[in-house]
């Protein structure tokens, strides 16, 4: 020490001294600014824990610890959780003060326009509390509601509708039909501050599943966003079907004849703002539902027949969050100052779950403006910190990216800055401020808004080389969740830290998962492989109205049988290897599960979607490819070929290029001969929801698919 000092204190300087003091500042800088890696909830080498009939549990739960049913202790329903957000949402000390100030000075531009708006309509704005739901127009800023607005316009709208004659019990159904939108939620609302029931109606069901819905659940009133979806509802009542509607409550303005062709088939065409102000006018207490009341019927839209309502309480939904919060527990804590953006279809449970945990939260939900398009528009604009996904558009993040990059040297360059960062994810370091976020990546992270801090995707398989350059490329921490409506949303989840891929993670801390024998696929739990099913708080109470296919789902010990069949790793972390349902034989007896093939192929770069078909009077397969129409014309130009895509598409070395590069990711995959395809049709359109090939949670529709293409098909076998 008394070197140190005279070293440091001697009259002149020498240059070992000043060396000194340099090395010094650079190590404190070094400290100061090194990232910290993410503390992982649990042991990442041993992720779950074996408990009795061979079922597993994340290890964050102890050996005491029952299974979670909410995570806030004032927070048990999904009512109790929005009006937690309305509390908490007041309070933001402890965050940046120069973004929260540049928040508050545009609220207060916002806050004086909407005032300004309401006085001249001669409405008041509510207290002053936090931003909760968030709507624009096409080249104009955000707007916000905030959090006691949504409160209060729940409470007139659901006292206008008691006044209408509903009863405020969990036998009362209300269906939604409307896009995303801030009216959704308050509509939603409304029902839990009642103690009714919310049944969303999808955009895109056809008018035979909308009529089933209608009266499967004997519904009465529904919400409509617009003078469409009126006429589409009083065209089935004029038929005769649907006669139990009597009441339709639209958002947007409409024209006055509705309501005169409505009330000659018996329906009353209402507008929202006259139901909530006569609602307004005769206030009625609300009327809290418990935990173990019927929240909300989530009508799966099922690839062949009608839909099921899954039956989900406030206690499933609230669970399902639960679990997810606690998982983020030691790295990701939502809070006030995060923004999510809704554009996932708000009638799938995946959104919901999302909404839950950002409103008890206290955080907002800012809404696309209906095109999705217009999407990335809308991220920049609001800049999210919290972004659900599909694979899908991950898939589109990854392809343009990959394209982008039109040289050699470029793709050098892009990959080796990918692989520098993903040697950062795995030790646990999750970060956009590196040098090559600042040379390479920073344009793509702006194009999500610049502020994404966790990303969740589920609904479908996401590939592992994709989700490995994304976690590297957008330098945030991205989740995979693995579920179905019928465990409300998710029941597996990967932990915070883990950056391998190829997995879905860990049960959620509200299940727990055991795999089942499924012999006649060679499936054995003994070997650790079997039929996903699921137990816990989160797995609902059965399909509305439908005994038997609920006993098809549940067994008599409670057990939810997913028809997936999964795999444990040696870390305790599941995999989803294959699916028990939607198999055949082919004519050789070997049996096919094709969407697992399909998750294959869709990996090669000109391939944007793949149906295989096959049938126990064929000796192989084929299948209908859709390429990708940014990918496919430098994939042709490679192979000297030009053209647009679907003369492309008729090409017959395009298309034998295209079946070589599938038959190679096939053979990587470990894809057995008869399961490999034989031949393909490129098909220069994709599969949408909109021309009924999709479903609206965006899986393939076997039977359709296979109808729409049958020529094609018997032409490739015949070939």
Request: charged fraction near 20%.
């Amino acid at each position: 020490m008394e070197f140190l000092f005279q070293l440091l204190f001697s009259p002149l300087p020498t240059p070992a001294v000043i060396s000194l003091l340099a090395l010094a500042a650079a190590t404190l800088f070094y400290l100061n600014t090194r990232p910290t890696p993410l503390r992982a909830p649990a042991d990442l080498k041993c992720q779950t824990l074996g408990i009795k009939d061979g079922a597993r549990k994340v290890a964050l739960l102890k050996d005491n610890n029952n299974l979670l049913a909410y995570y806030y202790n004032d927070a048990k329903t999904i009512y109790e959780v929005f009006q937690r957000g309305l509390k908490v949402s007041e309070h933001t000390e402890g965050f940046d003060a120069a973004a929260q100030l540049q928040r508050t000075v545009a609220e207060m531009v916002i806050t004086q326009t909407a005032s300004r708006w309401q006085q001249s309509k001669g409405d008041q704005p509510g207290p002053c509390n936090g931003p909760c739901l968030g709507y624009r127009k096409a080249g104009r800023p955000y707007q916000w509601l905030r959090y006691k607005q949504v409160s209060d316009r729940a409470e007139h709208l659901g006292s206008g509708l008691l006044q209408r004659g509903l009863k405020p019990t969990p036998d009362t159904f209300i269906g939604i039909f409307a896009q995303n939108r801030p009216e959704w939620i308050i509509g939603e609302l409304a029902c839990y501050t009642y103690s009714m029931v919310a049944v969303p109606l999808y955009d895109t069901l056809g008018p035979e599943a909308l009529v089933f819905i209608i009266e499967q659940a004997d519904i009465s009133t529904v919400l409509c966003d617009n003078q469409k979806k009126v006429e589409i509802l009083l065209q089935n009542r004029e038929k005769g079907q649907t006669p139990a509607l009597k009441t339709v409550v639209v958002m947007d303005p409409f024209e006055s004849d509705l309501a005169v062709r409505g009330a000659k088939c018996g329906v009353d065409v209402l507008a929202m703002q006259d139901v909530e102000a006569a609602g307004k006018s005769d206030l009625q207490k609300p009327v809290p539902p418990k935990p173990e009341d019927l929240s909300i019927v989530c009508f799966t839209s099922g690839t062949t027949g009608n839909p099921k309502g899954a039956m989900l309480t406030h206690e499933n939904v609230v669970a399902d969050a639960a679990g997810v919060l606690k998982t983020f527990e030691t790295s990701i804590v939502p809070n006030t100052e995060d923004v999510t953006i809704s554009f996932l279809p708000l009638a799938h449970m995946f959104e919901r779950v999302v909404q839950t945990v950002v409103y008890g939260a206290g955080a907002r939900v800012g809404f696309f403006q209906g095109d999705i398009r217009l999407l990335p528009d809308d991220m920049k604009t609001l800049r999210p910190t919290i972004f659900p996904v599909v694979p899908r558009l991950l898939n589109r993040v990854y392809d343009k990216v990959q394209s982008g990059a039109t040289t050699a040297f470029k793709k050098w360059l892009l990959n080796f800055a990918a692989q520098r960062k993903m040697a950062e994810v795995r030790e646990g370091v999750v970060r956009n401020n590196s040098v090559w976020d600042k040379l390479i990546f920073r344009k793509v992270q702006e194009s999500l808004g610049g502020r994404v801090r966790v990303m969740v995707t589920g609904a479908a398989p996401i590939s592992p080389s994709v989700l490995d350059f994304l976690r590297a490329l957008l330098g945030c921490q991205i989740f995979e969740a693995y579920g179905q409506t019928e465990c409300t949303a998710g029941c597996t989840f990967t932990m915070p830290g883990d950056a391998t891929s190829g997995h879905v993670g860990v049960p959620l801390p509200c299940n727990v998962v055991k795999l089942v024998d499924v012999e006649e696929m060679n499936y054995f739990s003994s070997n650790g492989e079997g039929e996903v099913c699921i137990k816990g708080t989160n797995v609902f109470k059965g399909y509305l109205k439908d005994p038997e296919k609920t006993a098809e789902a549940l067994d008599t010990d409670g057990w939810l049988h997913t028809g997936d069949i999964g795999k444990w790793l040696p870390s305790g972390v599941l995999k989803i290897i294959d699916r028990k349902k939607n198999i055949f034989k082919l004519a050789q007896g070997e049996y096919i599960a094709p969407e697992k093939i399909e998750n294959v192929y869709v990996r090669s770069a000109p391939v944007a979607q793949v149906f295989v078909h096959g049938d126990s009077l064929q000796a192989f397969l084929v299948a209908v490819v859709v390429p990708d129409p940014e990918v496919l014309p430098g994939f042709a130009k490679n192979l000297g070929f030009q053209g647009s895509v679907e003369e492309l598409c008729k090409n017959k070395e395009i298309k034998k290029a295209v079946l070589s590069d599938m038959i190679g990711l096939g053979k990587e995959a470990g894809l057995k001969s008869f399961e490999q395809v034989k031949d393909v049709y490129l098909h220069p359109e994709q599969f949408t929801i909109e021309n009924g090939l999709l479903t609206p949670t965006l899986k393939a529709k076997r039977a359709e698919l296979k109808s729409f293409f049958h020529l094609q098909i018997d032409q490739l076998y015949a070939q």
